[in-house]
């Protein structure tokens, strides 16, 4: 009977998404139809909510991203108000095809949410692709990954509370949050979790004083196990709801319940905070995130370009995190502009579209020759550690390199002499001048050296255009 149950689901599945695939295909170009929405699969229809596969990640980004709203509206169409679409990772790694549940879109203002099984009389707002699994752990933000796994492993429980993050744009904050709370309701699907960005908390506590419903409000938040507030500088000045989250924080605090925060900045820069809160801050601990450095940011970028199906070579990725290196963000909106040219061109990702994609998606726009990136090209070339030609290293093929890079540098960039120097161990401007005369003196009485300089200055200068 049960089986029966389940094809007469998947047919139905399978009509609904038709109809759906009917309405969409009217309303985009037909590329993005075969590129986005082709490659989806229905998967079952359960209670009006739809649940499809989708190939991996990137897919439900990108549709979000970019069509969020047709697919609200279709959803609307054939399953009514209370339609739901729910997406599904199919996990390709996993041969028992375990799925992960990904996402759902909010058609309908549905406070009442299932959540591992338990009814939940609230909605959590934890985003479930934010986890400590495919967080990236690197130098900038190895102590704030440690304090968030310590506290979701214990929460309330550590001196960790509340644990403070802060950092820059586009860092990892939000996800380490998110991250924070999924793990807590995997292994205690009872506790009450919430996340809350500080608009959206100063947006309802307007709200609750609009209906006279302040008191249910403040219970509300008091009634947490653990409570996640991100980005509070936007908490900055708004005085009376700075007074409630004072009270809300004290008796959570005094429970023993645990509470995460993230700002832009350290608690002691929140200009307009009052010192009673700020000094509540430093009760538990503080951590920043930091900018990734180039390993970190090639680990991200194989990582995340391997999630979305695809295969980079090493010098391509190498090269995405040489010229984008202000943050995370901009490093996966670099692969999606990636994916999507190649698909929308139907072309392959070689390095000549990786170049062009890098020049519009980098801030700066000019994709500038770096002394570092030199530095890298000509170090590889000779075998030779990076940091040995930043040293005082005097070994034949070390000297080599580092008067071949700090030539190169003068020709390639406009970085100064002083510039060049302090690139290599903060040398003297003297000695960049020195390498260049010898380098040139070297291009006129040496054929091999004047090959390896031509070679080296194309290659550099090839992958920078
Ligand atoms: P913030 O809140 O600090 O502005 P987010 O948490 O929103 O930054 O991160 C921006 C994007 O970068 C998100 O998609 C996030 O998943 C990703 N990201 C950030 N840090 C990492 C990391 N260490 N590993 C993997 N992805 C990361
Ligand atoms: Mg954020």
Redesign the pocket.
């Known amino acids: 009977m049960e089986i029966n149950q389940k094809t007469e689901q998947v047919k139905n599945a399978k009509d609904i998404w038709k109809e759906c695939l009917n309405i969409i295909k009217d309303n985009v170009p037909y590329i993005t139809y075969n590129t986005w929405f082709l490659p989806i699969k229905p998967f079952e229809i359960e209670d009006n909510t739809l649940k499809i596969f989708v190939p991996n990640n990137f897919f439900i980004e990108w549709i979000e991203e970019h069509y969020n709203t047709l697919i609200n509206k279709t959803i609307n169409q054939v399953l009514g108000s209370d339609g739901k679409l729910v997406y599904i990772v199919l996990d390709e790694n996993d041969e028992s095809s375990v799925i992960n549940e990904i996402k759902e879109t909010t058609t309908s203002n549905n406070h009442q949410k299932e959540v591992n099984g338990n009814q939940r009389n609230y909605e959590t707002f934890l985003n479930p692709r934010?986890t400590f699994e495919?967080?990236?752990k690197?130098e900038g933000?190895q102590l704030a990954r440690a304090a968030a796994y310590a506290i979701a492993e214990n929460p309330g429980q550590t001196s960790f509370n509340p644990l403070f993050i802060y950092?820059g744009?586009?860092?990892?904050?939000?996800?380490l949050m998110h991250a924070i709370g999924n793990k807590i309701l995997e292994k205690t699907p009872d506790k009450r979790v919430i996340y809350i960005s500080s608009d959206a908390f100063t947006v309802e506590f307007v709200e609750s004083i609009q209906s006279d419903k302040v008191n249910e409000f403040s219970s509300f938040y008091k009634s947490m196990d653990v409570l996640i507030i991100d980005d509070i500088q936007f908490l900055v000045g708004k005085e009376k709801t700075l007074d409630l989250f004072f009270q809300i924080f004290n008796t959570l605090h005094q429970n023993g319940k645990q509470i995460v925060l993230s700002s832009d900045k350290p608690p002691k820069e929140l200009k307009g905070l009052n010192e009673r809160l700020i000094s509540r801050f430093s009760w538990g601990l503080t951590a920043d995130?930091q900018p990734p450095d180039f390993e970190t940011r090639v680990a991200?970028l194989k990582?995340k370009s391997e999630n979305f199906g695809i295969n980079l070579s090493n010098e391509i990725l190498e090269y995405i995190a040489y010229n984008i290196t202000s943050n995370?963000?901009e490093l996966?909106g670099c692969l999606i502009k990636l994916l999507a040219t190649s698909s929308l061109n139907s072309r392959e990702i070689d390095f000549e579209l990786v170049k062009k994609v890098v020049k519009e998606v980098s801030t700066n726009k000019q994709v500038n020759i770096s002394i570092d990136y030199i530095t890298k090209i000509v170090c590889e070339h000779f075998k030779v550690d990076e940091n040995k030609v930043r040293e005082k290293n005097r070994r034949k093929e070390v000297v080599i390199a580092r008067q071949i890079a700090m030539y190169l540098s003068k020709l390639l960039t406009k970085s100064s002499l002083k510039t060049i120097g302090l690139h290599f161990g903060g040398r003297d401007h003297s000695t960049v001048i020195h390498a260049f005369n010898s380098v040139e003196d070297l291009i006129k009485s040496d054929n091999t050296i004047k090959e390896t300089v031509e070679y080296l200055k194309n290659k550099i200068e090839l992958s920078s255009t």
Request: proline share 0%.
């Open positions: 934010y495919n967080f990236i690197g933000n950092g744009v586009g860092l990892g904050k939000t996800h995130i991200i990582n995370i963000r996966e």
